[in-house]
């Protein structure tokens, strides 16, 4: 978490300004500082916003806290686990999905979330989406889910 808050302050730090539009904020993580393709860009975005880091208004985002107050090194560039926080979001709709393949199944949480676990290093996708085909596996209607692994992926 403390890397997240590091690379909002730098973001908002280098554009010298206490708000910024979404497009501005994952351009500039993505073409200005080169730190991640657009894609996960957009992710960082989504984690943060959903992390309570940052707050959105009308299309436009500010940090919840001093970004002043933040120490980032002069060499400071985020790492690809930036990207994988977990969020209280990403819990919710994960626990939604273990618990509906559980009622169609009829398994173990244990074994359904080893289950998960396998098709997401299998495929190397975003633990959701291993979730959401695990449970479209196991007959579960997924669309109820759906609209929550886009938004919280950052896919419109």
Sequence with gaps: MDDLRRAIALLFRRKG????????FVLSASMDLRWFPPREAQRLLQIAL???????????????FDVASVDVPRTFTPGPEIL?????????VFRGLVDAIVAATKADRRTVVAGINGIQ????????????????????????????????????
């Design 17 to 24: 300004r206490e708000e910024l539009d979404e497009k501005e």
């Design 84 to 92: 994988q926080v977990p969020t209280e979001a990403q819990h919710d």
């Design 50 to 64: 959903e992390a309570k880091l940052l707050e959105s208004r009308d299309g436009s985002i500010r940090p919840t």
């Design 121 to 156: 290093e299998r495929m190397d996708i975003e633990l959701e989406v291993a979730a959401l085909l695990a449970a479209r596996k196991a007959g579960v209607d997924v669309a109820p889910f759906l609209g929550r692994v886009k938004a919280r992926l950052g896919i419109p």
